[in-house]
T-cell receptor, first 115, second 110 residues
Framework: DAGVIQSPRHEVTEMGQEVTLRCKPISGHNSLFWYRQTMMRGLELLIY????????DSGMPEDRFSAKMPNASFSTLKIQPSEPRDSAVYFCASRTSGSITGELFFGEGSRLTVL | QQQVKQSPQSLIVQKGGISIINCAYENTAFDYFPWYQQFPGKGPALLIAIRPDVSEKKEGRFTISFNKSAKQFSLHIMDSQPGDSATYFC?????????FGDGTTLTVKP
């Protein structure tokens, strides 16, 4: 059974460039989350969707960040323009609303380096 | 506003020893109290979770202890093994989303 699939696994770009990260959640999961992980700030929730609808985007750092979920099997996180301080590992996670524990299933992450 | 505070930041334990990681929370209205485990290059994965109406839960070598009055829950790893070396996060799921602690890096020396 496939887990959460993220791409690319690694991205190196230059400041000012647009970055698009992609996520395919586990089939049947109706909630999707984007997290950012850094040494300084730990795991931060950026945005989450429920049934493809953005519910809480209060963690999105600024207008340079945007996220979409056009259908139940695909989501993107876009950074435009990118800055060196955006360098981090970005995780996508999904879960089903039927989970008693609210267990999140994480992808392996996209490591972003902005030079 | 951080809802969960985790300690210690790092922990070194000898093989066979007991590892203890603590988490203090501020809000009482959490749905569940989970611990996640993360290996380098991987995403976090749920290790064990406890309901707020239960004081202890054990799964193999891993035990969660929950102290509602102190607003704390802890993870105990018995007979720690080098394969347990990872980063551990407590989390606070509420209203559909989870806030994570800062993480504890556990190193188990052979």
């Amino acid at each position: 059974d496939a887990g959460v699939i993220q791409s690319p696994r690694h991205e190196v770009t230059e400041m000012g460039q647009e970055v698009t990260l992609r996520c395919k959640p586990i089939s049947g999961h109706n909630s999707l989350f984007w997290y950012r992980q850094t040494m300084m700030r730990g795991l931060e929730l950026l945005i989450y969707f429920n049934n493809n609808v953005p519910i809480d985007d209060s963690g999105m750092p600024e207008d340079r960040f945007s996220a979409k979920m056009p259908n139940a099997s695909f989501s993107t996180l876009k950074i435009q323009p990118s800055e060196p301080r955006d360098s981090a590992v970005y995780f996508c996670a999904s879960r089903t609303s039927g989970s008693i524990t609210g267990e999140l299933f994480f992808g392996e992450g996209s490591r972003l380096t902005v030079l | 506003q951080q809802q969960v505070k985790q300690s210690p930041q790092s922990l070194i334990v000898q093989k066979g020893g007991i590892s203890i990681i603590n988490c203090a929370y501020e809000n009482t209205a959490f749905d569940y109290f989970p611990w996640y485990q993360q290996f380098p290059g991987k995403g976090p994965a749920l290790l064990i979770a406890i309901r707020p109406d239960v004081s202890e839960k054990k799964e193999g070598r891993f035990t969660i202890s929950f102290n509602k009055s102190a607003k704390q829950f802890s993870l105990h790893i018995m007979d720690s093994q080098p394969g347990d070396s990872a980063t551990y996060f407590c989390a606070a799921p509420r209203a559909g989303k989870s806030t994570f602690g800062d993480g504890t890096t556990l190193t188990v020396k052979p």
